[in-house]
Each structure stands twice: as C-alpha cells, then as structure tokens.
C-alpha cells in the first residue's frame, strides 16, 4: 500500500496543481468574459443536445395541488416550534400536578407516558436510558396532540389521573404499550 507521500508532489502546492486545469476563475477582461461565457453556453448547448435521453429518465412526474403538499411536508420537524410547543406540554403539567417528594412517583409515570407518546413509543433500556428525545417529537402527529391533550385536562379541572390516562390511551391506540 503506498504511503500518503508518494501521493504528493513536494515541488507543487494546490494552487499550481489546479491552475493549468482551469481558467474559469482567472481575472479577465469583460470582453474576454463575454467570450468564454458564449463558448460555454455553445458547449453546454452541445452537451445537451448530446444527451437528451436522459430527461426522460424518471418518467412522467406526479404533479401535487398545494394542499397534498402541504398534508405531505406538513408534519415535517421545525426545531423552534418543536422547542416551543414542547416546553408548552412541559410548563402545564409542571403547573397542575401535584407538587411535593411525595408525589414525584407519580408524576415520573405521568412524564413516562408522555415520553413514550412523544418519541414514538420508544421505552427507557434496561440502563434507563429512552434513546429518542421528545423535544424533536414531530409537530402534527405528536406535539399538537399533546398539547391540546394537557390544555383539555388543565380547563376540565387537571385530575391527575385523567391525564396518566389521556397519555396512556394515546400510547395503546398508536401500538406503543400493550394494554393490561
């Protein structure tokens, strides 16, 4: 196998290595530019003429309305609207469970259900760690669920078992906890 300095030619850097190859960014005159410019849309003409076969290379493609667009891309991640709607989830049910070390048990399994929920049914591995992260939880399909979830349960009095439950259904009927 050869050695990375067999490779390199010692009496030549990188600028003279590509200055023979290319003259298109040299500085020129506008007449001279005018010139090689023509000289390069007549070789591009060329060229594409040569190879028109290959425009048709994918066939015909699908046209889309600007509605199956946006149902398609939609659900796309946006970091800034992820983060906000997010830390949104966070700050109601930060605001409305119950507080106090006594209760940190159950608002771990309220926060599991909804990590599940958010990540896409990814559970915490036998070293706790979830390997997905809610914060990046897709906009439509998760985030907004959630959100109008924990906003329903805040405005219809925030038992705190109604949301363990709200969190818990949505995780059973997206296939992401088994139903016991």
Excluded: C
């Excluded at 669920?145 to 818990?168: M, P, S």
């Amino acid at each position: 196998m050869k050695d990375f300095d067999e490779f390199d030619d010692p009496e030549m850097d990188d600028s003279e290595m590509n200055r023979d190859d290319d003259d298109i960014n040299s500085q020129i005159d506008g007449e001279s530019r005018i010139n090689r410019d023509e000289e390069i849309r007549r070789m591009s003409e060329e060229a594409d003429r040569a190879n028109s076969h290959q425009l048709d290379f994918f066939g015909d493609l699908p046209t889309f309305e600007d509605e199956e667009v946006k149902e398609f891309f939609g659900n796309m991640q946006n970091p800034s609207e992820s983060h906000r709607l997010y830390y949104a989830i966070r700050r109601v049910l930060m605001t409305y469970l119950p507080q106090g070390k006594e209760n940190k048990p159950l608002r771990d399994m309220i926060y599991e259900q909804k990590n599940i929920f958010l990540t896409q049914g990814k559970h915490k591995d036998s070293k706790g760690i979830r390997h997905g992260d809610g914060r990046q939880a897709l906009i439509d399909t998760e985030l907004v669920v959630a959100l109008d979830k924990v906003k329903r349960w805040a405005v219809n009095g925030a038992q705190t078992f109604d949301i363990f439950i709200e969190f818990r259904d949505l995780n059973i009927q997206r296939g992401y906890v088994q139903e016991e």
